[in-house]
């Protein structure tokens, strides 16, 4: 009882402490994207970059943008790991290999951060904070980018412009990830998290013999791993290495960082649409997915059926003993419904019921809160659907923020909803149906299947966590795995941004008394309701093939 309780104080706390970030945060985000100076710093970056700041971008020249710099990004992070050895602060590690380099760039631009490898002998300090640690911030930045790109779609009317991408994006880095990532930083060096440049150091064991360890500048990636729901970690443990995650209240503090702006954009989508009640009643969604989440997640592995789970109280095997299973399930259910893909314990040992809602969050859409950015665009859309939905049910032409709902804007939307299934299902279809796929596997029966279809899930929705019961390195999971991260991130980005400039050059719709009102209840349950029912029609085979079958096995 007294863990149980220490758990819902754990949760509780962390709830409050969101409440207490989404106005001031929601509002500083909103002025950041809406101001129209520029200070010194970003003048510099225009310059090299060749922008001009104050030109606005029509939605192609804007997906353009984000292209373009994401390709650059892909190639300088490839080359930097296969020139690794060449490369000072190497640490004496050669190059990484073709495969797996292709593979990391892909994952860590693509925000995934999916690791197919031990990052403490695979890649030096230069990789790790040069390449890797700028990729977290920029990867996110895109996402918030494209967020606002979207929101812009909504508030402007008769233009065909949505902003400027490189605006956006250095405003994001700079004005919102960096300073938050330096104070975040801080605080978890004090709590114990190392931050080091030191070369590899032999310790003593406690039986007499000798360890060698690799430090790392592990405070720094750790602040942003977790602030811009990135998660690769810097030790192949990732948070339950105690070098990353040493306490309980660092454990908080990690959770916390990897929910608080996705679950703060809400607010500067409200502020930027002229309504803050739009902005509640999409909290309002992400919040009632999030705690029905949760609750499923703790009660499955608070209460797991079997004789030795039963006889300690919980299923505490694969859990970090320095956190507790509430406090582990809690971690694992955060980085799930935000995209993060950082652990602090062995998902692949979680209870049927329990491993199987952590997949249901990513197939969700990863939008309760989902992603810096990509929780509050996938959520849009899903909202999007809804009011098609319900304009179907009275036979009118339906209505968003003003924006008639026509058949290129639900084309769009629908086009979006079904890439990650497509990217999931022919993934995990293709992987079980050839021996190069199966030969990775180490389980059989439905917990087999369990964990390619994470592996999918993850690499699809740009989470980046594993149940781990599968080896992903390998030529085949490296090159397949890397497609759906790069699909699954920029074809929504497109189609989004589509729908935004098709949004935007629109006149607004004065609304009637058959406008369906977006900010009340009524709204908040239908769009639950269809993130719901969408997801359960097409993953619910799947489900109950893996999870769901050896649940009840």
């Known amino acids: 009882m007294p863990s149980t309780l220490a758990g819902m104080a754990f949760v509780v706390s962390l709830l409050l402490a969101l409440a207490l970030c989404y106005r001031p945060l929601g509002d500083y985000m909103y002025r950041v994207y809406t101001g129209t100076r520029h200070n010194a710093v970003e003048r510099v970056i225009y310059r090299l970059l060749g922008v001009r700041p104050d030109g606005e971008q029509r939605w192609g020249v804007y997906a353009r943008g984000v292209l373009a710099f994401s390709v650059v990004s892909v ?31 892909i994952s860590f631009v693509t925000n995934t951060n999916w690791q197919a490898y031990s990052g403490e002998s695979t890649m030096g300090h230069l990789v790790q904070t040069g390449g890797l640690a700028v990729q977290n911030f920029v990867s996110a930045a895109v996402g918030m980018a494209v967020a606002v790109a979207l929101v812009r779609g909504f508030a402007r009317t008769g233009t065909d412009t949505l902003g400027n991408f490189w605006v956006d994006l250095v405003r994001g880095t700079l004005r919102i990830l960096l300073p938050i990532a330096f104070v975040a930083a801080s605080v978890l060096v004090a709590g114990g998290v190392i931050q080091t ?75 930027m649409v ?58 694992a259910s955060a980085t ?35 992603g810096v950015g990509a929780g509050l665009y996938g959520m849009l ?108 991130r920029f074809l929504p980005i497109v189609l989004v941004l589509a729908l935004a400039g098709s949004l935007a050059r629109q006149t607004p719709v004065p609304a009637s008394a058959g406008t369906l009102p977006t900010h009340r209840p009524q709204f908040v349950g239908l769009v639950v309701g269809v993130t719901v029912i969408l997801v359960a029609l097409t993953f619910l085979p799947a489900l109950a093939l893996g999870p769901l079958a050896e649940g009840i096995h």
């Open 274 to 331: 002229g309504d803050n009640r739009q902005g509640y009643a999409i909290i309002g969604v992400m919040a009632i997915i999030a705690v029905v989440s949760v609750g499923v997640t703790q009660w499955a592995e608070l209460s797991a059926g079997g004789t030795v789970p039963q006889a300690v109280g919980a299923a505490v095997e694969g859990r970090e003993t320095r956190f507790g299973v509430s406090n582990s399930a809690m971690f």
């Open 75 to 105: 190639l300088f992070l490839y080359g930097l790991q296969r020139l690794q050895n060449h490369l000072l602060l190497s640490l004496g590690m050669g190059p990484v290999e073709p495969a797996p380099a292709w593979n990391t760039a």
């Open 381 to 488: 859309i899903l909202a999007v659907i809804t009011v098609f939905v319900a304009g179907l049910m009275v036979g009118r032409t339906p209505e968003y923020l003003g924006k008639k709902i026509g058949a290129r804007e639900i084309k769009l939307a629908s086009l979006y909803l079904l890439v990650t299934p497509a990217l999931v299902l022919v993934g995990t279809a293709v992987a079980m149906a050839t021996e190069t796929g199966r030969a990775a596997m180490l389980n059989t029966g439905p917990h087999g299947l369990s964990e390619i279809l994470y592996a999918y899930a993850s690499a699809s929705n740009n989470n980046g966590s594993a149940f781990a019961g599968v080896s992903v390195n390998t030529p085949f999971h490296n090159t397949t795995l890397g497609l759906c991260m790069v699909f699954g």
């Open 197 to 271: 440049f030191a070369d590899h150091g032999t310790w003593t064991t406690l039986t007499g013999g000798e360890q060698t360890f690799t430090p790392a500048a592990a405070a720094s990636q750790e602040a942003i791993k977790n602030l811009g729901t990135n998660g690769g970690g810097v030790f192949n443990a990732n948070a339950a290495h105690p070098f990353e995650n040493p306490t309980s209240w660092t454990n908080w503090v990690e959770i916390l960082l990897l929910t608080v702006i996705a679950s703060c954009l809400p607010r500067t989508f409200g502020r």
């Open 336 to 370: 799930t419904l935000t995209s993060t893909g950082a652990v602090d314990s062995f998902h692949d040992s979680y209870t049927a019921l329990g491993g199987g809602m952590l997949i249901v969050n990513m197939l969700l859409g990863e939008v309760a809160p989902g």
